[in-house]
């Protein structure tokens, strides 16, 4: 399974902008780069999901490097909600047997007021 | 639209029973997938069901069962319960299989095992 490294944790002070980067030096021509957040005593929630083109939604923007090694998740202005831990995962586009979502430790966020 | 939901939220069994739990996905989603979240091991991946299909399993034990529905509802079951079952069980939802969408998640199922 291709695998991300993302840090433990991050700071960011509240309405500034938060780069939390991803590395998936192994990612293959087909896998879809996908991010996550777990707030306290939530399930998980979609972010963005991208495949080689940045990407922007409501939420964030996905920046995707070029040879797409790596991804950073941009949040515009950080606010006391966006403390969470954020997780960076890889799905194949076809499914299958990578077709699951595989979390690692994921950073955690906090924001600062 | 409705979101993922989760049934029941809150759950206390014995050790050796047996529970099964529901997920119904969001309209329209075929995929059903559900984890395992423990403050241990984090968030596993149990299976993934597809058009009443299982495509994918997780290292589980098979105690842990699934099966999902024509109309794409799955329901989880686990037998002879452990203490260590004891966790956040979550289900997720997506249009189809793969990473070419986003998954919904819903709240969970908190399961206690005593």
């Known amino acids: 399974d291709a695998k991300t490294t993302q840090p433990n944790s991050m700071e960011s002070n509240e309405e500034e902008p938060v780069h939390l980067p991803c590395n998936h030096s192994?990612?293959?021509?087909?896998?879809?780069i996908h991010w996550y957040r777990q707030l306290p005593s939530q399930g998980p929630e979609y972010v963005i999901h991208?495949?080689?083109s940045n990407v922007n939604n409501r939420m964030a923007s996905l920046a995707i490097a070029e040879d797409r090694k790596s991804s950073t998740l941009i949040l515009h202005r950080a606010t006391l909600r966006d403390a969470a831990v954020y997780y960076c995962i890889l799905i194949r586009r076809d499914g299958g047997s990578q077709g699951n979502l595989i979390f690692g430790k994921g950073t955690k966020l906090s924001v600062k007021p | 639209k409705a979101g993922v939901t989760q049934t029941p939220r809150y759950l206390i069994k014995t050790r050796g029973q047996q529970v099964t739990l529901s997920c119904s996905p969001i309209?329209?989603?075929?995929?059903v997938s559900w984890y395992q979240q423990t403050p241990g091991q984090g968030l596993q991946f149990l299976f993934e069901y597809f058009s009443e299909t299982q495509r994918n399993k997780g290292n589980f034990p098979g105690r842990f069962s699934g099966r999902q529905f024509s109309n794409s509802r799955s329901e989880m079951n686990v037998s002879t319960l452990e203490l260590g079952d004891s966790a956040l069980y979550l289900c997720?939802?997506?249009?189809?299989?793969?990473?070419?969408?986003?998954?919904?998640f819903g709240s969970g199922t908190r399961l206690t095992v005593v």
């Open positions: 991208g495949l080689t």
């Open positions: 192994t990612i293959s021509g087909t896998d879809y």
């Open positions: 997720a939802s997506s249009y189809s299989t793969g990473g070419g969408y986003g998954y919904t």
């Open positions: 309209s329209g989603h075929r995929s």
